[in-house]
């Protein structure tokens, strides 16, 4: 989309959703606001998971059960109770909408959630937050071309702005890196981002999403676009999600972050293709993490001495200055 009809999308959400956006962002206005650097490099080392709702998440399900331990699961709304049924606790789990489903795909599971923090958009449903064991909370606001993120900052208290994804698969890329026109970054550097799930298309022969065979009639009604994917199967896609697959590798080459693609029936190939098991089976030197992180503290307070130093040398010098030229 070119800017004229992202800023006439921005308008049209907005106008439609403002009054529940801000209902939601009021109550989220009770939590504590922490900051998202509080994860600064913790993932150095490491390969994180991120786990969409496409068909292939379910065709990798027993590989994810036998390396999950040696990762971080990231889940989406969508794909948290599967990943639980399956006995596989994720680290993270992201939830953007304002009307997703706590019934259908939260409360079945909300007691089993003491090793998973949610990351919660303030405009997001709020039962996702009330209910749930959840280790920890943390909440975003969506970043948008008309700078609607300040008012709903402003009712949520929140200080976490986030460019906005076009859905929630695509958040959890977003919010593990933070890039954004002003700063390139990857926030949490992880070693590695290994996707599964992140499919944006479906096989003539398959499931639509995962667990789920047609996705009530998507299968069939939702073949906007055909194709061949790079093992020689055939694909469909629907607009929508192609616009998505588009936005998401364009974020990924912008700001040249290497998201490794775990399913060769995708729509795109992002950073490249990689195979699940071998990209679970990595891990290097995590305790780096810590390592940088009292680095990056020792440095601050070295930064912070100097600056002490040289305003230090200035007032020594405009006092012997001063003293010279009164005389």
């Given at each position: 989309m070119n800017h004229e009809q992202i800023v006439k999308q921005s308008k049209s959400a907005y106008n439609q959703w403002c009054v529940q956006w801000r209902e939601h962002a009021k109550i989220h206005s009770q939590y504590n606001m922490k900051p998202f650097e509080n994860f600064r490099n913790s993932g150095i080392g490491k390969t994180a998971v991120l786990v969409a709702n496409g068909y292939s998440f379910e065709e990798q399900i027993e590989t994810l059960k036998k390396y999950a331990h040696n990762v971080d699961i990231i889940a989406c709304d969508k794909t948290l109770g599967h990943l639980i049924k399956a006995g596989i606790k994720p680290k993270i789990c992201v939830v953007c909408d304002a009307n997703v489903n706590y019934e259908k795909y939260l409360q079945p599971y909300e007691k089993e959630l003491n090793q998973t923090i949610l990351f919660q958009n303030v405009c997001g449903n709020p039962k996702w937050t009330t209910n749930g064991n959840w280790a920890d909370r943390y909440f975003y606001v969506n970043k948008d071309v008309m700078n609607y993120e300040k008012e709903f900052m402003e009712l949520s208290g929140c200080t976490n702005p986030v460019t906005a994804g076009t859905n929630v698969s695509n958040m959890m890329l977003v919010l593990l890196t933070q890039c954004e026109n002003e700063r390139?970054?990857?926030?949490?550097?992880?070693?590695?981002?290994?996707?599964?799930?992140?499919?944006?298309?479906?096989?003539?022969?398959?499931?639509?999403?995962?667990?789920?065979?047609?996705?009530?009639?998507?299968?069939?009604?939702?073949?906007?676009?055909?194709?061949?994917?790079?093992?020689?199967?055939?694909?469909?896609?629907?607009?929508?999600?192609?616009?998505?697959?588009?936005?998401?590798?364009?974020?990924?080459?912008?700001?040249?972050?290497?998201?490794?693609?775990?399913?060769r029936d995708a729509l795109?190939?992002?950073?490249?293709?990689?195979?699940?098991?071998?990209?679970?089976?990595?891990?290097?030197?995590?305790?780096?993490?810590?390592?940088?992180?009292?680095?990056?503290?020792?440095?601050?307070?070295?930064?912070?001495?100097?600056?002490?130093?040289?305003?230090?040398?200035?007032?020594?010098?405009?006092?012997?200055?001063?003293?010279?030229?009164?005389?």
């Open positions: 390139k970054q990857n926030l949490f550097s992880y070693d590695k981002l290994a996707l599964i799930g992140f499919d944006y298309s479906w096989r003539f022969d398959g499931k639509y999403y995962a667990f789920d065979d047609d996705g009530d009639g998507k299968h069939y009604y939702m073949r906007h676009v055909y194709g061949v994917s790079q093992s020689g199967k055939i694909i469909f896609t629907s607009n929508n999600l192609n616009n998505s697959a588009s936005w998401i590798n364009l974020y990924l080459k912008t700001f040249n972050i290497k998201a490794i693609q775990c399913n795109l190939a992002f950073g490249g293709w990689g195979k699940l098991e071998e990209q679970m089976q990595y891990r290097h030197k995590p305790t780096d993490a810590g390592r940088v992180k009292n680095l990056l503290k020792e440095r601050h307070g070295l930064e912070d001495r100097l600056h002490w130093i040289n305003n230090t040398i200035k007032a020594i010098a405009k006092d012997h200055y001063l003293a010279s030229e009164s005389i």
